[in-house]
């Protein structure tokens, strides 16, 4: 196990690093950048591949020690491309100069960083989700932590397989992977201790702790619902409590409905983030059975009041796309889906936004959608609560392809151009799953063909056009 000692003079500056490697034959840091540096604050990883991060007064950090997974925060390689995994000497973390950093935290294989203001930023390996994001890639560069974005935290801590995080109005959040299934993949608030004004906490290998001021004498903030976007999100800490649901779905669907009926064309849309969070909110409400067929009933109408057009269905549709945790958003992705095969959208407004001559992006959006719909992994792809949406999304993009090569509503160049560019979608997809050896082949290739066959028919009788 890799061990640090750090030998400070009396005015606080590092003069000596000492780094136990594994094969216990010290490597000796002596750095005159630190002779001129105050250090004020020193985080040391553990385990095999330990590092080390080092806060200075004029708010610089620099890392040293093992770089595996990115953990430094710098993305190094060496002359012949190959990612340096040992660095010997400080290097400073130039992503984080702007940042104001003020506090570190490290864990065996990811980083974190606090700064003035209250923002976390983490990098490294994504392993249990332990950084905090809602993937488990590796992060080689500081990346801020979306779900605490509008918490002012003051706090981390860094456990083997899960993170705490204290805000400055005492609220405890968790994330990870935690045995009682008590953590999310990203930071939640943990209500457990809700009565309770948390000052600290730490994160160990089996148990967690916390500590703070007990509060017998919480008001009740009265609540006024106001038919402006802040209400929204007022409903949603409302919703977190778990102690309220359903009376505060009640009030969604109300609020909802009366957002939906507002006749002033410029009312103000709400943030994004904050609808994302209402989805997977309402779908967690769902699968842990908590009030689920009002939470159904909820997040049918938050749908249909918020994803207007044809851009918001397909954005959301590709940005549950990437999610580990698919399975969860399948009735989004069904609703959504249905909404886009039904007659809300005229085939004008679809064309605008697919063709290519008319809106690059969109057929970008369509190959996002294209590739993840045959790379779905085996352990669920074929599962029967995946199986409606599979069937939605391939009816939606031959829907779409239908739109694109009619020649009624374009030149015949123009639906040629069309036709070239989904082939340049289709055909890698086809080339892929061909390569794939698994017992699924068959039913990936019965629904690419068809999608090919009748792309190759109308280029066919575009180009006797």
Same mark, same amino acid.
């Given at each position: ?15 000596y690093?000492?780094l ?24 040391l ?30 993305p ?9 995994q ?10 984080l100069?702007?940042?104001?950093? @003020?506090h570190?935290? *490290? /864990? ?6 606090? %700064?003035?203001? !209250?923002?976390? =930023?983490? &990098? +490294?390996?994504?392993l ?11 992060l ?6 979306a779900?605490?974005k509008?918490?002012?935290? @003051?706090?981390?801590? *860094? /456990? ?6 204290? %805000?400055?109005? !005492?609220?405890? =959040?968790? &994330? +990870?992977?935690c045995?009682?299934?008590?953590c999310d ?10 009565n ?19 509060e ?11 038919l ?42 709400i943030?994004k ?6 989805i997977s ?12 067929e009002?939470?159904i009933?909820?997040?049918k ?39 886009l ?8 407004e ?5 063709e ?46 239908q ?17 070239f560019?989904?082939?340049?979608i ?22 690419l063909m ?14 006797h056009?």
């Open positions: 196990m890799a061990m640090g000692l750090f030998i400070a003079s009396p005015r606080g500056f590092v003069i690093m000492l136990l490697i594994t094969n216990f034959d010290p490597l000796m840091v002596i750095s005159h950048l630190f002779s001129e540096h105050k250090a004020v604050e020193v985080a990883g553990s385990g095999d591949h330990a590092h080390a991060l080092v806060l200075t007064e004029f708010g610089y950090i620099y890392g040293f020690g093992s770089n595996l997974n990115g953990k430094l925060g710098v190094l390689v060496s002359v012949s491309g190959t990612p340096i040992m660095v010997k000497t400080p290097i400073l973390v130039s992503t100069v702007s940042v104001h950093p @003020k570190l935290y *490290v /864990g065996a294989e990811c980083s974190f960083v606090l %700064t003035q203001c !209250g923002q976390a =930023y983490s &990098w +490294g390996s994504g249990n989700y332990l950084h905090g994001h809602s993937h488990q890639d590796t080689t560069v500081p990346t801020l932590i779900d605490l509008h918490k002012k935290v @003051k706090q981390i801590s *860094v /456990g083997e397989s899960q993170c705490l995080a204290v %805000t400055e109005d !005492g609220h405890l =959040y968790t &994330w +990870g992977q045995s009682d299934s008590s993949v990203t930071p939640s608030r943990f209500y457990s201790v809700s309770m004004k948390v000052e600290q906490c730490i994160a160990g290998t089996t148990y967690n702790f916390a500590w703070g001021i007990q017998d004498n919480v008001q009740d903030e009265s609540f006024v619902l106001e402006k976007a802040q209400t929204f999100w007022n409903l949603y800490e409302l919703l977190n409590l778990r102690e309220f649901v359903g009376p505060a779905l009640s009030l969604l669907e109300l609020h909802c409905y009366l957002w939906y009926k507002r006749k002033n064309p410029s009312r103000q849309d943030d983030e904050l609808k994302f969070n209402y909110l309402l779908c967690t409400l769902i699968r842990q059975n908590v009030h689920s009002q939470a009933r909820s997040l109408l938050f749908l249909g009041t918020f994803l207007l057009t044809l851009e918001d269905n397909i954005n959301l549709l590709n940005q549950l796309l990437i999610k580990d945790d698919l399975a969860k958003y399948s009735l989004v992705m069904n609703n959504v889906l249905a909404t095969l039904s007659k809300r959208f005229s085939q004008q679809i064309r605008s936004y697919f290519p001559a008319q809106n690059p992006s969109g057929l970008q959006e369509l190959e996002k959608l294209s590739r993840k719909m045959f790379s779905w992994k085996l352990s669920w792809a074929s599962s029967e609560e995946m199986s409606t949406t599979r069937e939605y999304l391939i009816s939606f993009i031959s829907g779409v392809q739109v694109l090569f009619d020649s009624s509503t374009s030149n015949v160049s123009s639906n040629a151009e069309n036709i560019e989904f082939l340049k289709i055909v890698p997809q086809c080339v892929v799953s061909f390569n794939l050896a698994n017992p699924h082949l068959d039913e990936m290739v019965f629904s068809p999608l090919l066959l009748k792309t190759m028919g109308h280029l066919i009788k575009a180009e056009q």
